[in-house]
Nanobody, 124 residues
């Protein structure tokens, strides 16, 4: 059974840092694309960062470029996102997601595997 399990969320002050982890269980082979999404109350879910697991190419939402870094440890079956210089507008539930399609966009419908989410709250 495939499971994605996020951890590392919490409450920080603006300017602080957090590292989110997503442990992956049950895949018979590595997904081709893994990503972090977020959803704030009353807003649509948006793609924050994604990575092609073969080769490591990364993509970021414009508002997090230079602050967030996505990475994957294939040996540990774990996806990470390092979040620095956090802002109150980064407050949201953060989800990891994965799929096997040969592309890696932020189209939500492409992602067939999702975690339950971890809350990030940034206070001013």
């Amino acid at each position: 059974q495939v499971q994605l399990m996020e951890s590392g969320g919490g409450s920080v002050q603006a300017g602080g840092s957090l590292r989110l982890s997503c442990a992956v269980y049950g895949f018979t082979s590595s997904p081709s694309c893994m990503a972090w999404f977020r959803q704030a109350p009353g807003k649509e879910r948006e793609g924050v960062a994604r990575i092609l697991t073969d080769g490591g190419r990364t993509f970021y939402l414009d508002s997090v470029k230079g602050r967030f870094t996505i990475s994957v440890d294939n040996a540990k079956n774990t996806l990470y996102v390092q979040m620095n210089s956090l802002k109150p507008e980064d407050t949201a539930m953060y989800y990891c997601a994965a799929h096997y399609r040969p592309w890696c966009t932020s189209q939500i419908s492409d992602f067939g595997y999702w975690g339950q989410g971890t809350q990030v709250t940034v206070s001013s």
